[in-house]
């Protein structure tokens, strides 16, 4: 089954400890993003991946890192997490980043940071 | 700087009452127009894109149009099974970015 998947779903986790949030995709699929949701704010976009080794900020990149070492592969890396960062987190993928291509999305992780 | 606005926040309509979702954008330029459809505690589900103004796309009870500053999503006697979020976002010309609105909240009673 072609799918987008998130690891954990769920977590809890305290002012500084870091954590990575992990995405893949088994669609062979050329861009991946992530993206945080937050009531009253939207899906806001925190980084993208146009391919391996290619990464670029979105509009809401402070605080987080990410790499793309594999296609598959997209994890998010928040070295230092504070509670400003607690929200839900979606991992998206597409074809090739065109308007053309369907954008698949990921079940969710949801953070809290205490 | 390139903006998507969603309206209503919420809507409740009653089975089979018809109404009309709003987006507006202020873009540079546009690649793309996306509607997504958001069930409680899942990702978005892709519905529609538009490129040009005039396009129209319909699926089911639903039909997405596109002006130069706006896109409707119509809901044609909807059914208690399409209450969800849906939300728009664009691409804009010489980015692979994707702006989103903040989504409209549609409740359909039985």
């Known amino acids: 089954e072609a799918q987008v998947t998130q690891n954990p779903r769920y977590l809890i986790t305290v002012t500084g400890k870091k954590l990575t949030v992990t995405c893949s995709q088994n669609m062979n699929h050329e861009y991946m993003s992530w993206y945080r949701q937050d009531p009253g704010l939207g899906l806001r976009q925190i980084y993208y991946?146009?391919?391996?080794?290619?990464?670029d900020k979105g509009d809401v990149p402070e605080g987080y890192k990410v790499s793309r070492k594999e296609k598959r592969n997209f994890p998010l890396i928040l070295e230092s997490p504070s509670p400003n960062q607690t929200s839900l987190y979606f991992c998206a993928s597409s074809l090739s980043g065109l308007a053309t291509d369907t954008q698949y999305f990921g079940p969710g992780t949801r953070l809290t940071v205490l | 700087e390139d903006q998507v606005t969603q309206s209503p926040e919420a809507l409740r309509l009653q089975e089979g009452e018809s109404s009309s979702l709003n987006c507006s954008y202020t873009v540079s330029g546009l690649r793309g127009l996306f509607w997504y459809r958001q069930d409680p505690g899942k990702g978005p589900e892709f519905l529609f894109t538009l490129y040009s103004a005039g396009e129209e796309k319909e699926k089911e009870r639903l039909k997405a149009t596109l002006t130069k500053k706006e896109s409707f999503l119509h809901i044609t006697a909807p059914k208690p099974e399409d209450s969800a979020t849906y939300l728009c976002?664009?691409?804009?010309?010489?980015?692979?970015?994707?702006?989103f609105g903040t989504g409209t909240r549609l409740k359909v009673l039985a």
């Open positions: 991946s146009m391919n391996v080794e290619v990464t």
């Open positions: 976002a664009v691409q804009t010309s010489g980015t692979y970015k994707y702006i």
